[in-house]
C-alpha cells in the first residue's frame, strides 16, 4: 500500500483534501436541509420547557407566550404522530 502512494506524482494528496471537503460540505446542506423539512430552526422552542409553575419566574409577557408555544407545540405533535401513524397503516396494508 505505501508502495502505491509511493509511486504517485506530487500533488496527488490536494484531489483527496478536495473530495473530502466536498463530502464535508454535501452531508452539512444534507443535514441542513432535513432540519428545515423537520421544524428544527423554531425560535420559540425554548418556551417548551416551562409550565404553570413557573408563572412566578416569568413575565406576564414572557408566560403568555410559553403557554401559546407550549399548545402550539402540542397540536404540532399531534399533527406528526397522526400522519406517522397513517404512514405505518399504509405501509402494514401494503
Same mark, same amino acid.
Not at 58 to 70: D, H, I, S
Given at each position: 500500500m505505501a508502495d502505491f502512494f509511493n509511486s504517485l506524482e506530487d500533488g496527488w494528496t490536494i484531489y483527496l483534501w478536495l473530495v473530502a471537503g466536498a463530502m464535508i460540505v454535501m452531508a452539512a446542506v444534507y443535514m441542513v436541509r432535513w432540519a428545515a423539512k423537520n421544524d428544527q430552526f423554531d425560535e420559540d422552542i425554548k418556551y417548551v420547557v416551562f409550565d404553570e409553575n413557573d408563572r412566578e419566574k416569568?413575565?406576564?409577557?414572557?408566560? #403568555? #407566550?410559553?403557554?401559546?408555544?407550549?399548545k402550539e407545540q402540542e397540536a404540532l405533535r399531534e399533527e406528526y404522530l397522526e400522519r406517522e401513524y397513517l404512514e405505518k397503516e399504509a405501509a402494514r396494508k401494503s
Open positions: 416569568m413575565t406576564p409577557e414572557e408566560f #403568555k #407566550k410559553a403557554m401559546e408555544v407550549n
